[in-house]
């Protein structure tokens, strides 16, 4: 157990941005990894309401 929490605790805090139309902020996800430059919104709901 001690070593799976040593591990968790040394990862690197995930980047955030915030949306463009809630202006909320939102976390990095695996899936924006290529393209998170050009990500501006946190859902496909915010997209569609820009």
Known sequence: ???HSAR???RQ????KTC???Q????W????????DEV???SERCRRAR
């Open 20 to 22: 463009a139309v809630c």
């Open 29 to 36: 996800r695996k899936k924006w990894e290529k393209v998170w």
């Open 40 to 42: 501006k919104y946190c």
């Open 1 to 3: 157990m001690a070593r």
């Open 24 to 27: 909320r902020p939102f976390e």
């Open 8 to 10: 968790h605790s040394a």
């Open 13 to 16: 805090p995930k980047p955030t």
